[in-house]
């Protein structure tokens, strides 16, 4: 079982940055690979980006590529996908999620996780 916790919303200018943070709570943190998706209103809930449980690969939906980074820090339990050259159309309530032992681009897949936070809203104005 592990908990996640969402931090780092907030309101931009388009151009802008902007860091999210999920902070995790338990021991085996390490072993589980770490996704952000997010959902817009009236839309369906979209991947976002993907680190495995190792940190060795990271994966991004193409709509953020190039913008969006996403790192963990096994130490502080904590892992964060920095936004830089945010546009309106990325304004969304954003949600982090954990796969015990995650490999490979199945972890583009919402159906694969079977831990989410509560999400932080993402709200980009042009």
Known sequence: QVQLVESGG???QAGGSLRLSCAANGRTFSSYA???????????REFVAAITWS???TYYAD???GRFTISRDN???TAYLQMNSLK???TA???CAANRWGVGPHL???GEYEFWGQGTQVTVSS
């Open 75 to 77: 130490a502080k339990n």
């Open 63 to 65: 709509s953020v590529k």
């Open 108 to 110: 583009k897949t919402l």
């Open 34 to 44: 770490l996704g952000w998706f997010r959902q817009a209103p009236g839309k369906e």
């Open 10 to 12: 907030g309101f931009v």
């Open 55 to 57: 940190g060795g690969n």
């Open 93 to 95: 309530v954003y949600y």
């Open 88 to 90: 309106p159309e990325d």
